[in-house]
């Protein structure tokens, strides 16, 4: 790689190629690196939550299962340092981050590329004791020299809340398509969705909706929903704030039973009332590709 080019495209505007008035050399290449990968990557969406315990992973990782079964090229990021969750949902539990010259290879199940912070971890006992600076560091290794290759879609499945994780993702990738908001229904949790909506709107981050997970209780024998945490929350907070609404999740024992094993929800519960919910859901992102892309979803 050269001082002018980042070599990944052959645009002369492309940002890459100009070096900021105040940047020093190995800054310039530094994110020359990051940007030649961002660049090789079509669409990238965060899920984001306001606070913890409402599902935001097990969405973000059916999420990005449902794109690759739709035939995209799809990779999922779990840049959640203190609690990744990813490596459970998906079975991946053990598994470690290979180099080769070229950089990071993520973890492949299914063709799905995952890297996790839960992969740097010996002992999954371990307690991730970092300050933001050093989280932001590891955030951008995984942007910078992680080899994701051409992708369709990356999903990075952020932390709750509007701290550091999310900051650094979106201050780093600087061109994401947009947010998937998660909560629950009860007013604990929604009123914590506001926030999140805000957050975006402050760093011109579009939301491409809301997603109400646990909307009340799908009897397994029965079929009947009881709104046991309310219902409604995220429809409405979408409403009032002016935000897509994606759809409602209802608690369903599978995708517990589905997380629990390691495997993903929607691939082997695909008949299921609540992984059809799930692919309407994911409709809406797959368009981002174009809009005859949602119809390879079913």
Do not use: Y
Not at 79 to 88: A, K, L, R, Y
Not at 175 to 180: E, N, P, Q, Y
């Amino acid at each position: 790689m050269n001082a002018s080019s980042c070599d990944a495209c052959k645009k002369t505007d492309c940002a890459a190629n100009q070096r900021g008035k105040t940047e020093s050399e190995q800054e310039f290449r530094d994110r020359q690196k990051l940007l030649s990968r961002l660049c090789r990557i079509r669409h990238k969406v965060v899920v984001l939550s306001g606070k913890g315990g409402v599902g935001k992973s097990t969405v973000a990782v059916n999420l990005a299962a449902a794109l690759s079964l739709s035939g995209k090229r799809t990779g999922l990021l779990d840049v959640d340092i203190h609690g990744p969750s990813v490596p459970t949902l998906l079975g991946l539990e053990g598994q470690t981050l290979a180099g080769d010259a070229d950089g990071i290879v993520p973890v492949e199940v299914g063709g799905l590329k995952v890297v996790s912070a839960g992969f740097l971890l010996g002992d999954p006992d371990e307690a991730v004791i970092w300050r933001g600076p050093l989280k932001m560091g590891v955030i951008r290794q995984f942007l910078a020299d992680v080899e994701w290759g051409d992708l369709d879609f990356l999903i990075i499945d952020s932390p709750p809340g509007t701290g550091d994780e999310p900051l650094s993702v979106v201050q780093l990738i600087g061109s994401l398509d947009g947010a998937v908001v998660v909560t629950t229904p009860q007013k604990v949790a929604a009123v914590d969705v506001r926030k999140s909506i805000t957050f975006c709107r402050r760093l011109d981050l579009p939301v491409l909706g809301v997603v109400e997970n646990m909307s009340g209780f799908a009897c397994p024998k029965c079929g009947e929903v009881t709104p046991i945490l309310g219902s409604g929350g995220g429809r409405r907070i979408s409403e009032d704030m002016g935000v897509p609404f994606l759809g409602s999740l209802p608690f369903d024992p599978a995708v517990g039973r589905a997380c629990d094993e390691g495997k993903v929800f929607i691939h082997h519960d695909a008949s299921t009332p609540t992984a059809r919910i799930m692919r309407e859901i994911i409709r809406p992102i797959l368009e981002l590709d174009g809009p005859d892309s949602g119809n390879r979803a079913d």
